[in-house]
């Protein structure tokens, strides 16, 4: 499985950014999807994730609640997040994740031990 992400650059605060992430998979509506970043200095973080079911359902990370919005469209393999009212504190790599739908993993929360498969990240810089 291949993730891309693209979408990422630098933003002054209170600017506006959208992630996108292409899937190189088969079957990408059966994948759990997540948004992780890691912020300079600190630990990788799960920021949002969708689920398979139904329109997809979402987990969001405390600090980005009402700003950023996960989606995905299963029909063209893409995994989005809409970052709003951006602060300096958003600033870090941003990761898209992906763990297939099991019995095992029904479903997920946005924690770095619930994926295994990762892209190779897009910078965030909010100034």
């Known amino acids: 499985v291949q993730l891309v992400e693209s979408g990422g650059g630098s933003v002054q605060a209170g600017g506006s950014l959208r992630l996108s992430c292409v899937a190189n998979?088969?079957?990408?509506?059966?994948?759990?999807m997540g948004w992780f970043r890691q912020r300079p200095g600190e630990a990788r973080e799960g920021v949002a994730v969708?689920?398979?079911?139904?329109?997809?359902?979402?987990t969001y990370a405390d600090s980005v609640k009402g700003r950023f919005t996960i989606s995905r469209d299963n029909t063209k393999n893409t995994l989005f997040l809409q970052m709003n009212s951006l602060k300096p504190e958003d600033t870090g790599v941003y990761y898209c994740?992906?763990?297939?739908?099991?019995?095992?993993?029904?479903?997920?929360?946005?924690?770095?031990?619930?994926?295994?498969?990762w892209g190779q990240g897009t910078q965030v810089t909010v100034s």
């Open positions: 969708i689920d398979v079911f139904g329109d997809g359902r979402t």
């Open positions: 994740a992906a763990r297939r739908h099991s019995s095992t993993w029904a479903w997920v929360e946005p924690r770095t031990d619930n994926f295994d498969m």
């Open positions: 998979v088969d079957s990408f509506r059966d994948y759990h």
